[in-house]
């Protein structure tokens, strides 16, 4: 998954010496779009009735509007919204767009399931689905409604009642939500419902022809799977959901006084060897993303395996990511980013590997023990990208070291004693996430002030590495021509998991969020334009919105091959993106052209909402929690949003005559 | 009608801040213009040229005219449905784009522009909490309102089962939701059958009898001439004429004796009488009725004894109505 901002709310919101904040940028957008709209509105006005009488009916709206807004009456809000949503269930919109949501989940549910891990097809597609339904559906509502209105007059006997311009708008967009709200949480529900119910299996242990379960030994698995350190022999389940398990027999040492191990259902047997216990259970390894608890009732050929449903699909990790991430070079100089191994892929930063002073240092911050549910051991994330420079055994792993700090921030007075572990050798893999236990107790050393080694010993995370809140972690690669690929979400100290039902609901709320903005950006629309043009705006401003990164590439000016003209020109010409175009007027022209196109078309990709900010389906996907800074974020991007277009639609129909 | 039902919204909105404002004139136009301009600003119509109007408290306007006239464009200038060229429109002293006027106003629009899904039932508790009134209020007087126009027995049906002349009446009744001052009927009769032109006559008669001031345009002279006391006739724009019906329709210069049970050997003498007094006998004869007279007499007939009803009888009854 990838995960390029890590919104911290005030920090976005008031900035700092870095970037600006968004409320101030919020400020100036409005004092920008008043005098816009201000010098729009008198020049049409200029237009119709010239500029004396002009300034005079600006002064009017804009006098008027104050009281519009101070005077709402919640009751004929709610009317109008109350009219809205009945005619929208009266005119069988809503079962319509029910009925093809059952029927995607009823035939959609025969093509997905199975593969590497079916838990992310499974919410994708319903986060997909239930995001286009919903978001088709309240668009096509939003931008029919009040044209359908005006076009059957119906307008007239409720615009002759005290109902405010104000109250027309708000009562629209309040009714369609509240519409979208009902739906999107039915949806959510069945949705849910729908992924449990999908994800849910066991398994069958496999047996031999002669009806009997066989434990092979350990080498004779020709699985390419790696088994547990203490496997002794192993077999599989049967196929069952497009997948098998394979299922170790575990040695299990304990001495005679420790308790025996937590999963008791799943123990074979056990033996006294000297003062020690070997236990010898079950363990289910993971496949498609998930496990199973397996319990063994009776012994040898009577031995009956009991597999629980799956488990591990549900899961909303709440990662501690670090507060910066820093490269280093092979000479030990820091760099904001790492090595670049190609334009296909610039997510991820490089290090070399071997003996090189090349790393990635992560510097976490508030890293206090209140946050892990079990401080003994912590749960480290990694998911490294490798880059091999020499051809080689693709499935042999790459060696990398992670090594821990004290530090202090700058302006912060030195610790009088940092604290450095030993290095903890690893080895990774491309596209997997790899889950290291950091022992609370590690050993490592101390230096002075001065760099001068002091002590080693065993050493506490927090209260001797941490006390100020501030942690180092470095990541080395130990392969010689290797390269380890990182970004700064690739690795992460995992919190205590959120509740799963609490991270699906904030996933619906981001796409109730995108829905709150197709509302306002459709019922305001469609005060001063006909339906089909309502649809095509939003329709447009959807896609803008969804797709705003990689249209903004295209708006940089060193993208080769030009704007629309000039790489229609190329390929009618055959010419290749960077072959010098020979000077002339009418090159000269079309560039012109391209010029004035890309920055409209730059300027429409900062006017559009950004929904990528408000689309949380890939954390849903990838087992993320969307933290509370996040939702926040995306929350008042919405509000402004909905806020501008909720009075651009007011003034557009003040201004308008009804009975046109 | 109960005093709950009747009670004013109480708002503060209503307050009245125009110095000159004259509480006996109820709607006052001066110098309003209005012209239908396209896209690009260039002038389609001039559909009203200048017209003055006063409109006084208690009184039924009509404003007549042929199509295109500016009727309807006058009502919707009123109603600030369309924004006037040039003068002003003030109706309660206020500008007639200001939204609180509306409390005291109720509108019935040419078709009865009304939401095809709703039921009669909801459209009036619609239309009444757009009014933002109480709830029981809401009930009582939609329930009055629904009895009144004659649609009790389909009040939980959605309009779009309704004929023309039950939308018409509900129309009515949710012009009529707020017990306003002033009443706007663009076209009232239009759609009706002889008896609910009749109903609808009587129901604007009633609104006079309850003080309340009624604006109407249509091109339906008899309906006109029925129930105002005074007309402005538009034609292309322009105001052709103004005054009261009577004093607008009374024939100078011609005398009309109206008598009953006179046998045919008077006519002569009468005729004689007229001759000597130099006067010019242009008819003597029986009057007519109506045919709308007529119809509604068989109707209400009918309703009293239901089944056939014999021809002679029929031809009878003529006879008898036109005595």
Same mark, same amino acid.
Request: charged share 25%.
């Given at each position: ?170 009562? !629209?967009?309040?009714?369609? /939500? #509240?519409? @979208? $709200?009902?739906? =999107?949480?039915?949806? &959510? ?5 729908? %992924? ?29 799977? !790696?088994?547990?350190?203490? /496997? #002794?022999? @192993? $077999?599989?389940? =049967?196929?069952?959901? &497009? ?5 170790? %027999? ?411 | ?323």
């Amino acid at each position: 998954m990838v995960v390029k901002d890590f919104p911290d709310l005030m920090r976005w919101l008031f900035g700092d010496s870095t970037r600006t904040g968004a409320f101030l940028i919020l400020l100036l957008l409005i004092l920008a779009s008043s005098l816009f709209g201000l010098f729009f509105g008198f020049l049409v006005a200029s237009f119709r009735h010239g500029p004396a009488e002009a300034f005079y009916t600006v002064a009017k709206v804009v006098a008027g509007a104050i009281p519009d807004w101070i005077h709402i009456s919640y009751r004929r809000i709610f009317a109008i919204a109350g009219l809205a949503i009945k005619e929208a269930i009266r005119r069988r919109v809503i079962l319509v767009a029910f009925l093809i949501f059952a029927l995607s989940l009823l035939f959609g549910g025969w093509f997905i399931g199975g593969g590497e891990h079916p838990d992310r097809v499974y919410i994708n597609f319903v986060m997909w689905g239930t995001q286009l339904l919903i978001l088709m559906l309240v668009m096509l509502i939003s931008a029919f409604s009040l044209p359908d209105d005006i076009r059957n007059k119906t307008i007239y006997t409720v615009s002759t009642k005290p109902v405010r311009i104000s109250e027309i708008v708000l009562g !629209r967009i309040v009714g369609f /939500a #509240i519409l @979208g $709200t009902g739906l =999107l949480a039915v949806m &959510g529900i069945i949705s849910l419902l729908f %992924v449990w119910r999908g994800l849910s299996h066991t398994h069958q242990i496999a047996v031999n022809d002669g009806g009997q379960v066989e434990f092979q030994p350990v080498d004779r698995l020709a699985t390419g799977h !790696r088994a547990s350190d203490n /496997a #002794i022999s @192993g $077999t599989t389940t =049967l196929f069952d959901s &497009g997948h098998r398990h394979y299922v170790e %027999v575990v040695e299990d040492v304990r001495g005679i006084d420790d308790p025996p191990p937590a999963d008791t259902e799943s123990i074979l047997s056990q033996e006294t060897r000297g003062d020690k216990i070997v236990y010898q259970r079950l363990q289910v390894m993971h496949a498609s993303g998930h496990s199973h608890n397996v319990a063994v009732t009776g012994k040898g050929e009577a031995a009956v395996y009991d597999f629980s449903d799956a488990k591990g699909f549900f899961r909303a990790r709440k990662p501690k990511y670090a507060e910066m991430l820093v490269f280093f070079d092979r000479q030990g100089e820091p760099k904001r980013e790492g090595m670049s191994t190609g334009d296909e892929w610039t997510y991820l930063g490089f290090i070399d590997g071997g003996i090189t002073l090349s790393r990635a240092e992560y510097l976490f911050n508030n890293f206090s023990a209140d946050d892990f549910s079990s401080t003994d051991v912590l749960p480290l994330e990694l998911k490294l990208g490798v880059y091999r420079s020499h051809k080689g055994d693709i499935n042999t792993r790459i060696r990398a070291g992670l090594q821990i700090e004290s530090f202090t921030g700058e302006n912060e007075t030195a610790l009088p004693r940092r604290f450095r572990s030993e290095v903890m050798e690893f080895e990774t893999e491309e596209d997997i996430i790899q889950v290291k236990g950091i022992p609370r107790k590690i050993p490592g050393q101390i230096y002075g002030p001065e760099g001068e080694l002091i002590e080693s010993g065993i050493y506490d995370l927090f209260d001797d590495f941490a006390p100020n809140g501030r942690l180092k972690l470095t990541v080395r690669c130990m392969d010689q021509s290797q390269y380890l690929g990182m970004a700064r979400a690739s690795v992460y100290f995992r919190l205590t998991d959120r509740p799963y039902w609490l991270n699906f609901a904030r996933g619906y709320i981001g796409i109730w969020m995108q829905m709150m903005i197709v509302i306002c950006l459709g019922v305001s629309l469609s005060t001063f334009l006909s339906s089909p043009v309502t649809m095509l705006g939003t329709v447009c401003a959807i896609i803008f919105g969804f797709f705003s990164e990689s249209i903004k590439k295209l708006t940089v000016p060193e993208v080769s091959g030009g704007g629309p003209v000039e790489s229609f020109y190329r390929l009618v010409t055959q010419k290749n993106q960077e072959e010098a175009l020979s000077r002339s007027l009418s090159v000269d022209a079309m560039e012109q052209i391209d010029k004035l196109f890309i920055s409209m078309v730059g300027a429409v990709t900062r006017i559009v909402p950004d929904f990528s900010r408000l689309d949380f389906s890939d954390f849903l996907t990838y087992g993320y929690f969307v933290d509370n800074d996040r939702l926040a974020v995306a929350f008042l991007i919405s509000f402004a949003f909905c806020t501008g277009l909720t009075l651009m639609g007011y003034f557009c129909l003040k201004t308008r005559e009804l009975a046109g | 009608m109960t005093e709950k039902s009747t009670q004013k919204i109480p708002s503060d909105k209503l307050i009245q801040t125009n110095p000159d404002y004259n509480p006996d004139v109820i709607v006052e136009t001066q110098n309003l213009s209005k012209i239908y301009r396209d896209f690009w600003g260039r002038q389609k119509v001039r559909a009203l040229k200048a017209l003055d109007l006063e409109v006084r408290k208690g009184e039924i306007f009509g404003l007549l005219g042929p199509n295109g006239s500016g009727k309807s464009t006058t009502i919707k200038l009123l109603l600030g449905l369309l924004f006037p060229t040039s003068g002003r429109a003030l109706v309660f002293g206020k500008d007639a784009t200001e939204t609180t006027k509306n409390e005291r106003i109720g509108y019935l629009p040419e078709e009865s522009y009304l939401y095809k899904f709703l039921t009669a039932e909801e459209t009036m508790d619609f239309y009444g909490r757009l009014f933002d009134m109480p709830a029981d209020v809401r009930r009582q007087r939609s329930d009055e309102l629904i009895r009144k126009v004659g649609l009790h027995w389909a009040r939980r049906r959605q309009l779009k089962e309704y004929s023309k002349g039950m939308v018409r009446r509900i129309g009515l009744a949710q012009a009529l939701i707020n017990d306003p001052d002033l009443v706007l009927l663009d076209e009232p009769t239009s759609g009706l059958d002889p008896l609910g032109t009749r109903e609808m006559k009587d129901m604007i008669l009633e609104l006079k009898a309850q003080n309340k001031t009624v604006i109407m345009c249509s091109h339906l002279l008899a309906d006109v001439q029925d129930v105002c006391d005074r007309i402005a006739i538009l034609y292309q724009g322009d105001l052709k004429e103004l005054g009261a019906v009577n004093d607008l329709l009374q024939v100078s210069g011609e005398t009309s004796v109206r008598a009953r049970k006179l046998p045919d050997s008077a006519h002569k003498e009468i005729a004689e009488v007229i001759a000597r007094h130099g006067g010019e006998v242009l008819s003597i004869e029986n009057p007519r009725t109506t045919l709308e007279e007529l119809f509604l007499n068989i109707v209400r007939e009918s309703e009293e004894r239901p089944g056939r009803r014999a021809a002679a009888a029929a031809g009878e009854g003529g006879t008898e109505s036109g005595r």
